[in-house]
């Protein structure tokens, strides 16, 4: 199965800044997804990104806060913009293969002070 | 839209009892069935999965059928260890490519010696 390698795997930020998170895949993957897992709760589908296209966003979730790359097919960013408290959470890339199933990154936790 | 509810928790039990933790789901069509684990601070696992109706999946003594007629997917465990201590959650998919898993909100389980 894949592997996943996402970084950082946390950090601190001042609120009203951005933070970049990246996430590398050891091989080609069609579908990437971004999650949002707050703080005792469960994990929260924010995007969906397909390699040579925009990502597709579920409800709730918006582009300009949420900015994705997916510039090839092993490799994208998700950016967290204009930071607030309220953004402090883990936030995780995963990728399905097949009958390899899903596969996830190990996280950013994300803390907004 | 699809979804899926879990039984709140935490649940708790000694050392040897039997595990429940029951799933249930809401989804057009016939989605595949997951169970996830997150240890203490460690990344999700694949417990086991089932991709149709009357499917049993399971590992490390962990079980879970596919019941359609029910729409229920519940975990069970004959005999806890502490080791099991985690949150549990169950997850559902579409059967189409590259369409993303779907949480619940998680099950805590603590399990003392």
């Known amino acids: 199965s894949a592997v996943i390698s996402q970084k950082p795997s946390r950090d601190i930020c001042q609120r009203g800044t951005s933070l970049t998170i990246q996430c590398q895949v050891d091989?080609?993957?069609?579908?990437m997804f971004w999650y949002r897992q707050q703080p005792g709760q469960s994990l929260t589908l924010i995007a969906t990104?397909?390699?040579?296209?925009?990502?597709?966003?579920e409800s709730g979730f918006v582009i300009d806060k949420f900015p994705i790359s997916r510039p090839n097919l092993t490799f994208s960013t998700l950016t967290v913009s204009n930071m607030s408290p309220e953004d402090s959470s883990i936030y995780l890339c995963?990728?399905?293969?097949?009958?390899?199933?899903?596969?996830f990154g190990s996280g950013t936790r994300l803390t907004v002070v | 839209g699809d979804s899926v509810t879990q039984m709140e928790g935490p649940v708790t039990l000694s050392e040897e009892a039997f595990l429940t933790i029951n799933c249930t789901y809401t989804?057009?069509?016939?989605?595949?069935l997951f169970w996830y684990v997150q240890y203490p601070g460690e990344g999700l696992q694949l417990l086991l999965k089932?991709?149709?109706?009357?499917d049993k999946g399971s590992n490390k003594g962990f079980e879970a059928t596919y019941r359609k007629e029910t729409t229920s997917f519940h975990l069970e465990k004959g005999s806890v260890q502490v080791s099991d201590s985690a949150v549990y959650f169950c997850?559902?998919?579409?059967?189409?490519?590259?369409?993303?898993?779907?949480f619940g909100k998680g099950t805590t389980l603590s399990v003392s010696s």
């Open positions: 995963s990728v399905v293969q097949g009958d390899y199933g899903y596969t």
């Open positions: 091989s080609q993957v069609t579908m």
């Open positions: 990104a397909n390699q040579g296209s925009e990502a597709t966003y």
């Open positions: 989804a057009t069509g016939y989605p595949s």
């Open positions: 089932a991709t149709k109706a009357d």
């Open positions: 997850a559902l998919t579409r059967n189409q490519a590259g369409t993303a898993l779907i």
